[in-house]
């Protein structure tokens, strides 16, 4: 039993330190930069359509998490969002960024997380 408590304290502290959310960024861009040069190119797409695309560095990061707790043996719970969530919300509003992109975060988490977990029945 004491052996699952340190896998659980480890998985939430690095969900806290936001390393899901970090792998999402990285696997992500490799999807969306090119879309944005696509886009981009465009005459009558605006750059305001750009921040909506993080949808999918979200998506990748709630996969992660979920592949992650999996990883380690654990059910994956409704807090792992939650805690992503609070965790994007805080840098979004500390840093005073466009709540577009704030919306777009929370969006892909839980859009993700439900994707996911219905898919593979977690």
């Keep these: 039993m004491g052996v699952l408590k340190m896998k659980a304290t480890i998985f939430y502290a690095l ?16 999807v969306v930069v090119p879309l944005a040069r696509l886009f981009l190119r465009w005459p009558r797409v605006h750059q305001t359509i750009l921040p909506y695309l993080e949808v999918l560095n979200v998506y990748s ?26 965790w994007i919300g805080l840098y979004y509003l500390t840093f005073r960024l466009s709540l577009r992109g704030l919306f777009s975060w929370l969006f892909g988490i839980f859009i993700g997380w439900f994707s996911v977990t219905q898919l593979f029945s977690l």
């Design 15 to 30: 969900v806290i330190l936001g390393v899901p959310a970090f792998v999402g960024l990285l696997v992500g861009t490799i």
């Design 61 to 86: 990061g709630a996969v992660a998490a979920i592949f992650l707790c999996r990883s380690f043996g654990l059910t994956p719970s409704l807090m792992i969002p939650i805690i992503m969530a609070v």
